[in-house]
């Protein structure tokens, strides 16, 4: 990630719709040649808002976003979308419906031979012999393909994704999000995806930015991400997580499973303890600490709840096993799926 | 946090003038009702209105709940029934029916009124044929009925669209539940279109509310009859404001109903992506039978009418003066249909800043829609002598003279009053089509780097262009149908295809009254088969 040159870099991004309610609140991220960033992130945390206003569509109150050398915006500038070079796929597309699909590719192109490269683009997309349909003829995934191939046409030097597979159901979901990245790395592009779902955004990724609350709170590899959360939030965005409020002696954090070794933090310091469900490892014990509560069956692995003194947790163990309802177990911790992060 | 987002997705792109224009024009719409409850509210109670209070009052009241109750029964009737065959059965010539049926639109109730009193009244041919069994039309039965069979398509196009939206699980769920199909379809099917049926009975009850050639032909004297009266008679403005600020505030509350079930039917076939129910297949005999169904409103409504009127024409001679009446009801309909088309895009640009200003200014338009024609004309007397009563000592003083009447002398009065009247009819068609250019259709294209003005000629107008022109020519034919506040507001001796109508029908020289009569609908049908087919391709 070193190696990648920086293209597009956005600094302390704000934007309010409502004074009261900032939908960006100091925004950074940085988007590298030819890789593809998904940003992650609920509902409402300003993902959206961030994309447009990298398209132009929203002004910054605040903020910088420059492309290389040029100013996309800062307090004095605001570059229209038009003179920004974004490809932008909206979430319901947002083809013209009274051109055909050919005509929505070749929109944004100019010169003679502009259809020529429209109907290459289409043809690419394995779309050619779809190029005289209307949009309102065409599947649902063929028009997420065409809106990619109208938006990847004139060549532009970052596209935008906006949750481009939310239309769609599942089976034909992961299909078009392969084909989208292969689509995207063929052309060598800079991508942006906004997603909000953890697994789309893992399978996506180069670089993966959690986003909430209108600040991108932490950005990385997506291995490195889910492994190295910053905090209950960031654990929380990736999937399920137990979080167990303790504090640091002996550099260590107690939990109810034993003490957890937590390096470098300080004596005293509060902290929060992230258990993903995987790390509970359960073993069946005659007199146990903790009982089973729940047991559900999820092919190849099982979610177990199970209840102690100070709680009830979920667990995730190996399928199958001899576990049902009732029955008393001890609990330990599987180190490698637990960190412990300040509060 | 929506409507700021959307005022900052808008900005950029909306002209600021044509937003100021807009707001303007919109309000000017609206100040001929507003003059009206403003001289209502303030003026001194005359003595006319006293006398009526304790005399024809009541009358009034109950002539028009009788009538617009049942204009409502029988166009709900009608309306539902054909909504329901066009949007969920299939038969022969349904596709050309579909927008046929909205045809008789362009007839205005007085025409079908004059033509069925004529063919009904006694000694006429119907009572001939069946030796006196058939009655009489006339009446507030009679009045209701002709709205009912010229009105109806407003139900009919807002309940075929809900049929035609509905998702078919409600009603599968329905029978799966162990309804059958007819119980299904009333505890399913009917419900979730009621919404919408509901807002087509309230325009028909406001245009019923608001006619005047129909109920003074067959005599049922509704509220609108005695404001026309209390202005001609009396000559008091204050009195016919005060009849008319009832009549508006009855308008407003159904007016305010329509928008809320217009919102409600909104939400009930939002629900998501749903399959839309499969049309059943009618053969042989019910195929017929429903063939038969929409031909009989058809043949009542307009064929029958229009029909006997041709008859009637063709047997007297053509009265003097047509052609220039059908160039000033051509005229005067061209003029307002061109601005309110204009007004009304320019009206939806303006709403879609969502500015609190253009959105009052768009409603407040909007009400005029709820005015009937005579109200609309007294407001604007009242704002024309208003404006007069304020310039002219200055203007004296100035000049010497007294400042020229604005009034009566040009045709500018009587096109501010359809403006007032009708601009709700071209603003909300403007704001439907301008719907389908969705902020995301404008981003994209924005991103592909399209000027303004590129935008505005490659995606807007092209997306829009069939809906304004049918929003101008829906004016068009309102106007052309127009009789009350034209025959108030008139400039002296400028007579319309309406008017000359009107003057023959109520002397009772029928024959003369048949051409012209049979003209209205005949200049109208054109646009009409250009928005019935507009207001058909739309929803499939």
């Known amino acids: ?343 | 946090m929506a409507a700021a987002a959307r005022l900052n997705r808008f900005r950029g792109w909306l002209p600021g003038r044509t937003l100021s224009l807009a707001v303007l024009a919109a309000t000017l719409c609206a100040a001929p009702v507003l003059a009206v409850a403003w001289i209502a509210l303030t003026g001194e109670t005359g003595d006319y209105l006293r006398h009526l209070a304790g005399t024809r009052l009541p009358t009034y009241l109950a002539t028009s709940a009788a009538v617009a109750l049942i204009a409502a029964a029988g166009s709900g009737l009608i309306g539902t029934g054909l909504g329901w065959l066009m949007a969920r059965t299939d038969f022969f010539g349904r596709r050309t029916l579909g927008w046929v049926l909205i045809l008789p639109l362009a007839v205005p109730a007085y025409v079908a009124a004059y033509a069925w009193l004529d063919l009904s009244h006694a000694g006429g041919p119907l009572q001939a044929m069946t030796g006196g069994l058939f009655p009489t039309i006339r009446g507030s039965w009679g009045a209701g009925l002709m709205f009912a069979l010229v009105l109806y398509p407003y139900v009919y196009l807002l309940a075929r669209n809900a049929f035609a939206a509905q998702s078919a699980d409600a009603y599968n769920a329905a029978r799966t539940l162990g309804a059958g199909p007819l119980h299904a379809f009333w505890r399913t099917s009917l419900p979730m279109a009621r919404p919408a049926i509901a807002a087509g009975l309230a325009l028909v009850v406001m245009e019923s509310l608001a006619d005047y050639g129909t109920v003074s032909h067959l005599g049922a004297p509704t509220l609108s009859i005695g404001l026309i009266r209390a202005w001609s008679g009396a000559g008091s403005l204050v009195d016919a404001a005060r009849l008319s600020l009832v009549l508006v505030l009855v308008a407003i509350f159904i007016f305010g109903l329509e928008r809320a079930q217009r919102s409600r039917a909104r939400n009930i076939n939002a629900a998501g992506r749903h399959k839309p129910a499969p049309r059943l297949p009618l053969t042989g005999l019910t195929a017929l039978a429903a063939f038969l169904a929409c031909l009989l409103p058809l043949l009542l409504g307009m064929i029958i009418p229009l029909g006997r009127l041709g008859w009637l024409a063709l047997r007297t001679e053509a009265a003097s003066g047509l052609a220039a009446a059908s160039l000033h009801s051509l005229t005067l309909a061209g003029v307002t249909a061109l601005i309110a088309a204009a007004l009304g895009l320019g009206t939806a640009y303006a709403l879609r800043s969502r500015t609190t200003i253009a959105i009052l200014a768009a409603r407040a338009a909007g009400l005029g829609y709820a005015v009937p024609g005579a109200v609309a004309a007294v407001g604007v007397i009242a704002l024309l002598s208003g404006t007069q009563a304020l310039i002219d000592p200055a203007w004296r003083a100035l000049t010497g003279e007294v400042f020229p009447i604005l009034l009566t002398s040009t045709g500018a009065a009587l096109v501010l009053a359809y403006l007032s009247r009708f601009a709700a009819a071209a603003i909300s068609p403007a704001e439907t089509a301008l719907a389908r250019v969705t902020p995301s259709l404008d981003g994209a294209a924005r991103t592909l780097g399209a000027t303004p003005r590129r935008r505005v000629w490659q995606i807007h107008w092209p997306l829009i262009a069939a809906g304004v022109t049918s929003a101008g020519l829906l004016v068009f034919v309102e106007v052309l149908k127009e009789l009350p506040a034209t025959m108030i507001l008139r400039p002296f001796n400028y007579d319309t295809l309406a008017i000359i109508a009107h003057n023959f029908a109520s002397d009772e020289r029928l024959g003369e009254a048949a051409l012209p009569s049979l003209l209205i609908p005949l200049v109208a049908l054109l646009p009409m088969i250009f928005v019935a087919r507009y207001l058909s391709r739309q929803d499939r």
């Open chain 1, 1 to 343: 990630m070193t190696d990648a040159q920086t293209v597009l870099s956005i600094r302390g991004a704000e934007h309010h719709y409502r004074a009261d309610h900032a939908a960006l609140a100091g925004a950074n991220l940085d988007l590298y040649a030819g890789r593809i960033t998904a940003l992650l992130g609920p509902s409402g945390s300003g993902k959206s808002t961030l994309l447009r206003a990298i398209a132009g569509l929203e002004r910054l109150d605040t903020g910088s976003i420059r492309l290389g050398d040029t100013i996309w915006n800062n307090e004095q500038t605001h570059l229209p979308p038009e003179a920004r070079r974004v490809g932008m796929v909206f979430q319901d597309y947002a083809l013209f419906p009274h051109m055909t699909a050919l005509a929505n590719v070749a929109f944004g192109l100019s010169g003679a031979d502009k259809k020529a490269r429209a109907l290459a683009q289409l043809e690419a997309a394995e779309l050619g012999h779809r190029a005289k349909a209307y949009p309102h003829e065409l599947s649902g995934g063929e028009q997420q393909r065409v809106a990619l191939a109208r938006a990847l046409a004139p060549q532009p030097a970052v596209v935008l994704l906006d949750e481009p597979f939310s239309g769609l159901d599942r089976r034909l979901r992961g299909e078009l999000r392969e084909r989208t990245v292969d689509t995207l790395r063929a052309a060598r592009t800079t991508a942006l995806i906004v997603t909000h779902d953890a697994e789309e955004a893992m399978a996506v990724a180069d670089e993966l930015a959690l986003m909430d609350a209108g600040r991108i709170i932490q950005t990385g590899a997506p291995d490195e991400v889910w492994m190295e959360p910053v905090s209950a939030t960031a654990a929380k965005l990736l999937g399920d997580v137990e979080i167990i409020e303790s504090h640091i002696s002996n550099g260590q954090a107690a939990t109810p499973f034993g003490a957890v070794d937590a390096p470098g933090l300080e004596a005293g310091q509060r902290v929060n303890v992230l258990i993903r469900p995987r790390a509970f490892v359960l073993t069946l014990a005659d007199h146990g600490t903790f009982t089973i509560t729940r047991r559900r069956s999820a092919g190849p692995h099982l979610t177990c709840r199970f209840a102690g003194d100070r709680g009830e947790w979920t667990a995730q163990t190996p399928s199958p096993a001899s576990i049902a309802v009732g029955d008393r177990v001890n609990v330990v911790l599987d180190p490698v799926y637990v960190r412990v992060v300040a509060v």
